[in-house]
């Protein structure tokens, strides 16, 4: 178990970019998977993108594809998620996790408090 903390969030233009981040000390050596879910208002959760660590398999959404990027720093124990081309249907809160799940990989075990992104 990490205590994970989601950092970056903000309000954007529609095709603008933001950089997310989730650190915690032991983050990415102390899990075998790790992730970003969604949740925006009126909505049910949707996950966004979950990554294998130590150069395993990255999954992710359709909806996400070919805009977002996760990529992770070991030696800072931090997960990056570059957002580009930003739509206003990303808007939601967005949440770091790890322990993703058996059956589905984004049933995630943990995350954090969440970080909110508005596109408009």
């Known amino acids: 178990h990490v205590q994970l903390v989601e950092s970056g969030g903000g309000s954007v233009q529609a095709g603008g970019s933001l950089r997310l981040s989730c650190v915690a000390p032991g983050y990415t050596h102390g899990t075998n998977c790790i992730g970003w879910f969604r949740q925006a208002a009126g909505k049910e959760r949707e996950g966004v993108v979950a990554?294998?660590?130590?150069?395993?398999?990255?999954y992710y959404a359709d909806s996400v594809k070919g805009r977002f990027t996760i990529f992770q720093d070991n030696a800072k124990d931090t997960v990056h998620l570059q957002m580009n081309s930003l739509k206003p249907e990303d808007t939601a809160t967005y949440y770091c996790?790890?322990?993703?799940?058996?059956?589905?990989?984004?049933?995630?075990?943990?995350w954090g408090q969440g970080t909110q992104v508005t596109v408009s």
């Open positions: 990554k294998y660590t130590n150069g395993g398999s990255i």
């Open positions: 996790a790890e322990g993703c799940g058996e059956n589905d990989v984004f049933d995630f075990e943990d």
